[in-house]
Every structure is written in C-alpha cells, then in structure tokens.
C-alpha cells in the first residue's frame, strides 16, 4: 500500500491495543506504520534493480515483526518516556508495524512475508497500492477513536477492512472466471494468469493469460452487482530469458540483470512493443488492455557488464485518463 495507508492502519491497530492513552498510541502506530518502508532507503546508483530486490523483503516478513516493533520502540522511548512504560509502548509498536507485510501483500508486486525461509513473493492482487475508500475509512474511524477515546472505532475499521478485501476477493474470483470463459471464445488454453485490480478502486481489473507464448491482456469490469463487461486488449510475445542470448553475452552483468528483473516480475516479461532493448513487466500498464508496459529496464548491447537501466512509461495524458475512467464506468 501507499506509504499514507501504512501508517493510518499502523495507527488504527496500535489505538485497538488501549481503552486509555488513544492519542499517543494513534502517533506511536502512525509512526511505526511508516517504517517497514524505510527499505527503500537501500540502494545503490550503480544497480537501479538493488533496491527492488530489497522492497518489501525483510522488513516486510512475519517473522521480522518483533525486530521492527522492538526498532521503532527503542528510536521513540527517548520521545515518550515520560508518558508510556516501555513494555507500553512496545505494545503499540508490535502492533503498529504488524500492518505493514500483510497490507502490502494484499497488493501486486509481491511481499517476502516468508522471508529468512522462503524468497517467494506473496501478492494476493486484492487491492491496488492506492485505494481511497480504504484509506478514507480507515482514516474516518481513525480520527473519531482519537477524538472520542473508545476503541469500538479502530476495531470497526479492522472490520471494515477485513469487509473490504473480502469483497475485493469476490471481485477477483468473478474476474478470474470471466477471464477463462474469454479464453474459451478465443479457443485459448491458460497456461499461466493474473487478474489485478486497477488504481483506486476494485470494479475494473487487468487481465493477463498466457498462450501458446503469447500474453493476452484485457480490461475486465466486475459490477459490484457481479455484471461483467470485456474491454478486449491485444496480445504481445512472451520474452523468455535466456533464449535471446545472442543480444547480451550470457555471462554479462545484463543477462543476470535480466534473470533477476524476471524473478521480481514473476517471469511476466515482454519486450516494450516500441523500444527493441527495453524488456517490460507486463503486469503493469497505464491502461488496464494495453500492452505497453508501465516500467522496465533498458538493456545496453553495446556495454554488456554494465547494469541495465530502470525506466517508466507514465503517460498520463487526458487521452489516457479519459479512457480509464470510460471504462470504469463501463461506457464504450
């Protein structure tokens, strides 16, 4: 999720902990909410994949959540000491920095939650990183726990929240089976499929299958009312790597560049249909049935060992948005 909602749900589980102090827990969760992010912060200018890897890796498990709420108590301790117990505020750290790994894996860019014991990535594709309508709750409820000291309010927006991406699941499980009757027109085996949700919201999803080496993506909107409508997309190539040794040398910092790019984007790679050297995660576009993917890298043929290079397509355009919000009212 946003880094906003990470700290608003940080903040609501931590005010959920007390009938008493919800005021200072609200800014003790708040605060430590934020930090499971602060990953972000590795990095390096020479490997632009470095800091990928480390998102949502270590700092975002299940079992690095007593190391994270033990780190922000002891950074706030010198702050709150006058008002809390340590055993205190240690509480409403744990609590705070427990939402971080399980909100992000509700998302779809995948969350070491298992991590030391497993590099796999969870994303359980339920919610896009930014959504307002829960954000707002969260935030509604938030405000009136603090101004009114009862926990009933965290605890309603734990329910609504659990309320919420249960619908989002729904949703997800109406798109999945539109996604395999489309199939089944087109006369397609799925070999390999994701349905996503789209920014700020859970009606229009991305749907992505795979066949016969080729992606096909369209834009499926699911009807709160479970009423579906199919905006068809094209269909690109599927990049494998390793079968187009001839552009990089196999042993070349770019070839394992683009080994470990494939891992972060679970193996969904295309060439970007207008730049030759960049390869795309096509998991991700500005529209929900195109094919041109919203980031990548760019490979260098010319300078093999050195790193490929990050870039993004954000062509937010009023054309583009226009199209969007077309097809999220489910216009034509």
Sequence with gaps: MDIITQGIAGAVLAQAGTSRKQGIATIV?????????????????????????????????????????LIAALLLWPFVRRYLKFSQLYVYTLLGYSAGGILDACTSFGTQLLWPFSDARTAWNLIAVIDPVLTLSLLILLIAGWRKHRRIYPIAAIGFTAIYLSLAYIQQQTGYAAQQQL??????????????PTLGNI???RSIYLHDDRYYVDAIRVGIGGDIQIYEG??????KPGHNIHEHAKLSQQSKDVLRFSRLSGGYLVRHPEQHHVIGDIRYAMLPHSVSPLWGIRL????????????????????????????????P
Excluded: C
């Design 29 to 69: 969760g708040f605060t430590t909410g934020l930090l499971p992010d602060a990953d972000v912060l590795i990095r390096s200018a020479d490997d632009p994949l470095l800091t990928l890897e480390f998102h949502r890796q270590f700092s975002h498990s299940l079992t690095f959540i007593p190391v994270g709420g």
């Design 183 to 196: 199939a089944r027109n087109r006369g397609h085996n799925i070999e390999q499929a994701v349905i996503k």
């Design 203 to 205: 009606i229009l999803w």
């Design 234 to 239: 094209q269909s690109i190539a599927r990049y």
């Design 300 to 331: 260098h043929p010319h300078s093999p060992y050195s790193h490929a290079e990050e870039v993004t397509f954000r062509k937010n355009d009023a054309e583009t948005r226009r199209a969007f919000l077309s097809m999220l009212a489910g216009k």
